[in-house]
């Protein structure tokens, strides 16, 4: 759907520049690169995997918990009789259960947390994006990812949008 609306849109401004007998400034940039090099996409790294080692430890005693009455049922089974057995079995099954909805829980949690930290990440980028082409008078700007091709003539803002942002590698 993306592709499609890019097309449409691509098209669109092709045939209003016909329209107008002006040139078209088109431009793209690569979103993943600059990301990788902002100190607060390393700033939510750090916060989720600080996160996700916390979620991790926890997960550990669960499965520790689970391998312990495993065993104990392993091992008391022949002697038990089948009321013991079946409460044990219900026990094993219990903390299955627990440490699968734990593990969807937390799951949840670093996703909404991951998208908690990288809305103003993105919204930094596309406000440096905006500068860029509005300094630079470019009429559309295409993150490098959504574009099948682009000749070599194109214009890559992506140097100029990280001077924007204060990046200087």
């Known amino acids: 759907m993306k592709q499609l609306f890019s097309a449409l849109l691509l098209l ?10 002006t040139h078209v400034k088109l431009a793209h940039y690569d979103e993943s690169e600059i990301i990788s090099l902002m ?7 750090r916060t989720l995997k600080s996160l996700s080692d916390q979620y991790e430890a926890e997960m550990t005693k669960m499965e520790g918990e689970y391998t312990r009455k495993a065993s104990e049922y392993q091992q008391g089974q022949p002697s038990w ?21 734990y593990y969807d829980m937390a799951s949840k949690t670093l996703a909404d947390k991951r998208n908690e930290l990288y809305i103003p990440i993105h919204k930094k980028i596309d406000q440096a994006v905006a500068d860029v082409a ?16 682009h000749s070599p003539q194109a214009v890559d803002i992506t140097n100029m949008v990280k001077r924007k942002l204060g990046i200087n590698k």
Not at 134 to 149: A, C, M, R, T
């Open 12 to 21: 669109f401004a092709f045939l209003f520049a016909s329209a107008q007998n």
């Open 39 to 45: 100190k607060d996409t390393e700033t939510a790294e």
């Open 134 to 149: 509005k300094e630079q008078g470019f009429l559309y700007v295409w993150d490098v990812k959504l574009l099948k091709y």
């Open 81 to 101: 009789d089948e009321t013991i057995k079946r409460v044990r079995m219900e026990e094993i099954h219990t903390i299955k259960l627990k440490m699968q909805n």
